[in-house]
């Protein structure tokens, strides 16, 4: 009987000190918490539905046998865009035009015009041109792929 009853309080003693109530697990809890909030992105406010984006942009890009190039992109709200490339101290320009499309949550714009490939990302009165993989342009050159909002 004896050893029935020290079982039972064995048991008990053994329940309850693993049921602590420990105010370090409740702000471990809280921490994780805080971290999962960090994780989330955002997915409704795109620079799609949430910038000006609408209107023309322009910039002067690298050119490798150049000063630079003349660069102008207007973007529509129907969906077409303008492009023009001048090349600095030479008599050369080039235009095209076309549709564009949303890439990447609405972050990202897809130029395809007649002669057009191009991506930008665009922010807040700015389109940041991107390389030909989508991704953005790095290195000491990299500011000169940005285009103003004008």
């Known amino acids: 009987m004896k050893v029935?009853?020290?079982n039972g309080i064995?048991?008990?003693l053994l329940f309850i000190s693993c049921h602590s109530n420990n105010p370090n697990n409740t702000q471990q809890s809280?921490?994780?918490l805080s971290d999962t909030e960090d994780i989330y992105m955002d997915t409704v406010?795109?620079?799609q539905n949430s910038l000006d984006w609408q209107g023309s942009y322009e910039g002067t890009t690298p050119c490798a046998d150049c000063p630079g190039i003349k660069t102008t992109v207007e973007l529509k709200d129907d969906g077409t865009f303008t492009y023009r490339a001048e090349y600095l101290e030479r008599e050369q320009a080039f235009?095209?035009?076309g549709t564009f499309m949303w890439h990447d949550n609405g972050s990202v714009v897809h130029l395809k015009g007649k002669d057009t490939d191009l991506k930008f990302k665009v922010g807040e009165n700015q389109l940041i041109q991107l390389d030909i993989e989508g991704k953005q342009i790095t290195g000491e050159l990299a500011e000169y792929y940005v285009l103003k909002k004008k």
Do not use: K, M, Y
Request: proline content about 0%; overall charge negative.
């Open 4 to 6: 029935f009853i020290l």
């Open 10 to 12: 064995a048991a008990t």
């Open 30 to 32: 809280q921490d994780r």
């Open 45 to 47: 406010h795109t620079s």
């Open 95 to 97: 235009t095209d035009s």
